[in-house]
């Protein structure tokens, strides 16, 4: 009997462990897959809302955005461009309120 158990035993902590293999590397797998797809979910939004009247902004102009706490932000010359413009922006940001007399 205890060898039969301890073989049970064994077969249950073989079965944990492959399963919790599969759920590591099937997970590991998709985290590439998950940044792929949000940005296309993002692409096929702009595209929607490109024809609604209001200009999308796009992040590769917010990208050229540098700047520091202490010296407050530097923007792109395109960005100024837009600067009292209502511009429609699809995505996430970081809140402005981390630089100084950001508008």
Known sequence: MRKRA????GTIVG???ILAAVVF????MRRGSLSDYFE?????TEAAQAGQGVPLLQWELLRKTSGSLRA????????????????????FMVPLQEFRQVK
């Open 6 to 9: 301890v073989r049970e035993i």
């Open 15 to 17: 079965i944990v462990v």
């Open 25 to 28: 590397f099937n997970g590991y």
């Open 40 to 44: 296309k979910v993002r692409r096929t």
């Open 72 to 91: 407050g932000p530097k923007f792109d010359e395109d960005l100024l461009a837009i600067r009292d413009a209502e511009v429609n922006l699809i995505g």
